[in-house]
């Protein structure tokens, strides 16, 4: 849903509050990631700036109240820039003992503990592993602590409607975000009218929902007393005029996608194969087929890339997209793609690995995978997301990278980026220089060479069934020019050096200073979705008067030519990487710099104050 910001001098006064984070946490069939995202749109909607960050389990339902089950879902907003989800929540609520205890650990000392009591039964409270009732026992003294029936006050709500009591308790999210909207000032109609259109085959059900929603914020205007439950106003964010929507990370990806497809004058074709977080991807672009996109769910990942390699052959943009183990199974294709010299961008949405590992956890750990994983010399340069909002235009950036320089191009997102939301000015897409293909479709003065090259090193694309332009590709090592097969020693030297000399001479802008000046005491290096926690570590140190300064890469291969000089003018550099140390080792080969680690790698993004604390250490 989009909304458009205007210039008002009211927006622009000094906010009432500067920023509150909120962690909805329940059972995995509490919709708490659907509560999140609906508190997201209203937040949207009241013009504060956001991030979010769902958390939710691996399994598809696992037993109801168990600790591994947990669904969680974070939002930080504020009235000014917001480029993280936040370190410790200010507002904690907790549906039932689990959630209770998975999360109160987190908890900023102080906050605010919004419990359902009705759910801390004996039999949840043995499940979540407590040996005496948490609300009754002060083990929560150090945070304040609220105590609802949230469970039996929608009961009470719905019960007009004559709900059995599963379908009756599944209305309470929509209390507790009734209750959400009260505390933080927000306009309930347009969750009113999402929930008419969302359950608008049946009627019953949507007003059921729209009592406990209302009965949820008229408990918070009723019971406004002198204890933990206060209303608080957060005031707009400044921001430029313009249309805005939020964005998922998913969504920006695949919106980039055909961007960049609307750009080179392509047809799109996607082969995909569900994996999580990457599955995203398939859902939003098979919506878009007005867009000449074609999507094609494939029996497996083999299949799904060698489908978009196929289309590439045929002249459409070929995209496929996975996660780590999905990408390794492309593996053996992308070396395909490679020797065929075709274009093709593959996303790939990092996870928790190796193997299946944590399918639903963030993580960093496919950057060796991205540029060395694949057998033989099979060269292919490599972009980063940040953020949302920056996979829109990475996505662009791998499309035009990949139909100039006739070379397959890998886009790394991770799952916090994949599903966290932010809000997003919608571009105006005739600003952006287009990159038209340009066909090969006679025979060149010299006849025909299909691995004939241009000024960048690329061959020509041509179309199957080309009159006069008939020629064959495959995997076997290919003769210079002719494309024949050719088992030369020479020739593979040859056509080896070739295919590294392409990729190696990729043009990308220079490197730049986040944050900072070019030179001093300490570089804070990152890639991909560190940006929001390095960014705002760096911003509070530097306001401290402390010598620090951000470097965030979206080119990960090849990289920027400056960035060697730059990174030696400053005398130590930390490279924060929610995995053992990937890019460290990467940068320390190219440039022989002494890049130190710090590593994460628990499944959840960095925290600011962590890479404050190496700030701290570092210039000690």
Not at 99 to 105: E, P
Not at 220 to 235: D, F, S, Y
Not at 432 to 437: G, I, S
Not at 500 to 518: F, R, S, Y
Request: with cysteine; proline share 7%; aromatic share 6%.
């Amino acid at each position: 849903m989009a909304t458009v910001v205007e210039d008002r001098a009211e927006d622009r006064q000094s906010p009432l509050s500067d920023a509150v984070v909120v962690r909805f946490a329940g059972d995995s069939g509490d919709g708490m990631q659907l509560t999140g995202g609906q508190f997201t749109l209203s937040t949207a909607l009241a013009g504060n700036d956001l991030a979010t960050f769902p958390d939710f389990p691996a399994e598809i339902r696992a037993p109801q109240g168990t600790l591994f089950g947990v669904s969680a879902f974070q939002i930080n907003f504020g009235s000014s820039e917001i480029t993280t989800a936040g370190d410790a929540p200010d507002v904690l609520v907790a549906m039932n003992p689990a959630a209770l205890k998975t999360n109160v650990g987190v908890l900023k000392l102080g906050g605010l503990i919004i419990a359902d009591e009705g759910e801390f039964n004996d039999r949840n409270l043995a499940k979540a592993k407590y040996d005496a009732n948490p609300l009754e026992d002060g083990s929560l003294a150090k945070w304040q602590l609220l105590k609802l029936n949230i469970s039996q006050a929608t009961m009470d709500a719905v019960k007009p409607f004559g709900l059995g009591n599963k379908e009756a308790l599944r209305c309470k999210n929509m209390w507790t975000l009734g209750l959400a909207l009260w505390m933080f000032d927000r306009d309930r109609q347009p969750l009113t009218e999402w929930l008419k259109a969302k359950f608008a085959k049946d009627p019953n059900l949507a007003e059921a929902n729209i009592a406990a929603l209302n009965a949820g914020h008229a408990y918070g205007e009723t019971a406004e007393l002198a204890g933990p439950l206060k209303q608080h106003h957060v005031a707009p964010a400044p921001a430029e005029p313009g249309l805005y929507r939020t964005l998922t990370g998913a969504e920006g990806i695949a919106l980039g996608l055909v961007a960049g497809a609307q750009l080179a004058h392509l047809p799109m074709f996607f082969g995909g194969y569900p994996i999580t977080p990457a599955s995203a991807i398939l859902h939003h672009l098979s919506r878009l087929k007005e867009y000449d996109v074609t999507t094609f769910q494939a029996e497996d990942e083999i299949a799904a890339i060698c489908s978009a390699i196929g289309a590439s052959y045929a002249g459409s943009l070929g995209v496929t997209s996975s996660s780590g183990p999905g990408i390794a199974l492309k593996g053996e294709a992308m070396g395909l793609a490679i020797m065929t010299e075709l274009p093709l961008v593959i996303v790939n949405s990092q996870r928790g690995g190796p193997s299946t590992g944590l399918p639903t956890k963030t993580e960093q750990s496919d950057l060796y995978q991205a540029v060395y994983g694949r057998n033989g010399d099979a060269p292919m340069p490599v972009i980063a997301a940040r953020s949302p909002g920056d996979a829109f235009e990475c996505a662009i950036e791998a499309c035009r990278i990949a139909v100039q320089y006739m070379t397959p191009v890998m886009l790394l997102t991770d799952g916090y980026i994949a599903n966290a939301a932010e809000p997003w000015k919608v571009p105006d897409l005739t600003a952006y220089e287009a990159f038209p293909v340009e066909f090969l479709t006679q025979v060149p003065e010299g006849g025909f060479k299909p691995y004939g090259r241009d000024e960048k090193l690329a061959r020509p694309w041509v179309k199957p069934g080309t009159p006069d332009l008939l020629h064959r590709i495959g995997g076997i090592e290919k003769e210079i020019d002719t494309g024949h097969i050719n088992y030369a020693p020479e020739n593979h030297q040859a056509m080896t050096d070739i295919r590294k000399a392409k990729i190696d001479g990729v043009k990308v802008p220079d490197q730049i200073v986040e944050l900072g000046a070019e030179g001093g005491k300490l570089a804070i290096v990152g890639w991909g979705s560190t940006y929001g926690p390095i960014h705002q570590a760096v911003r509070r140190k530097r306001a401290e008067g402390k010598d620090v300064s951000q470097i965030h890469l979206r080119h990960i291969w090849p990289l920027p030519a400056n960035l060697g000089e730059l990174l030696k003018s400053y005398d130590k550099v930390i490279v924060p990487e929610m995995n053992t140390g990937q890019l460290k080792t990467v940068l320390r080969d190219q440039y022989l710099v002494d890049a130190k680690p710090l590593n994460k790698v628990s499944g959840q993004p960095f925290r600011i104050t962590e890479i404050e604390a190496a700030i701290e250490e570092a210039l000690q």
